[in-house]
């Protein structure tokens, strides 16, 4: 778990990047996704993106305004693809450094 702050138009917020929250980016990741492959999805799928929106914006303090939600949103997934990023090349190097410790 790791804390993050962000400023969007002005308003610093901070949110805890948790099991859960990484979770509810990445099923939001694969909504986006999905309606991209599907425009026709959206209806379909379009309560589910708010519904998640919702639980991500939930976790944020202090409460995020309407008018920051798009743009804190995408600076929280911004933040989990880092972190995703970071800890795949960790378990790359551990990789490399046991394939190096057996020969």
């Known amino acids: 778990m790791s804390s993050k702050e962000f400023d969007v138009n002005g308003t610093d917020y901070r949110v805890v990047l948790t099991d859960q929250v990484i979770g509810h980016v990445n099923n939001l990741k694969e909504l986006y ?7 026709e999805s959206f209806e379909d799928v379009s309560a589910e993106i708010s519904s998640t929106i919702n639980e991500i914006a939930g976790t944020v303090e202090p409460p ?20 995703a990023e970071q800890i795949e090349k960790e378990l790359e190097g551990k990789e490399k450094s046991k394939k190096k410790s057996k020969k």
């Open 33 to 39: 996704n999905a309606t991209y492959e599907d425009p």
């Open 64 to 83: 995020v305004e309407d008018s920051d939600l798009d743009g804190l949103i995408q600076e929280i997934i911004k933040a989990v693809n880092t972190k």
